[in-house]
């Protein structure tokens, strides 16, 4: 595993990265985490009885409006121009866990992995916040890129050791 570490000048000072040689390339990333709820919770979201509202659409939205102010929060990340994202679900309800998937998509210099490291967390967030009032024992967890396609570094496909 490696590789240099391109944040940092010969002096050791944080820098964003120099792109402006790279190729537009088409570049996509898929990121996962869970949220783990009580039965409680998991009723309330599957039958859309949260006093906030439907729970997986705001959190749908917001995922999306993460991913598209990635490098307004991520301070070595470049603005890109967000060309799709889609956040989807898998319910599990016999383990309590919401699965969110966020794919993001684009032509640029360089890759959407935190875009869609960053839709994924506050599709979590969010999902957290709407569902708080009902019960806190929630736990966001398992989160990690799962595919990246594109770029200099090739394909990258998440297998567990």
Do not use: W
Request: charged letters at 25%; glycine letters at 12%.
């Amino acid at each position: 595993m490696g590789g240099e570490f391109s944040h940092f000048d010969d002096r050791g000072n944080a820098v964003m990265v120099d792109v402006s040689e790279k190729n537009i390339t088409s570049r996509t990333a898929t990121a996962v985490g869970s949220i783990y709820v009580g039965k409680e919770i998991m009723e309330a979201v599957t039958g859309g009885s949260v006093k906030k509202g439907d729970v997986l659409g705001v959190a749908r939205v917001a995922g999306i409006m993460g991913v598209k102010r990635t490098s307004d929060l991520i301070p070595m990340c470049h603005p890109l121009p967000i060309q799709k994202c889609t956040v989807d679900y898998e319910l599990d309800e016999s383990e309590g866990a919401v699965r969110v998937y966020c794919t993001v998509k684009t032509e640029g210099k360089t890759g959407v992995e935190m875009e869609a490291l960053t839709g994924v967390q506050i599709v979590l967030l969010t999902i957290y916040d709407m569902c708080k009032a009902i019960d806190k024992h929630m736990v966001m967890s398992d989160i990690h890129l799962v595919e990246k396609r594109g770029g200099k570094s090739g394909n990258f496909r998440y297998e567990d050791k």
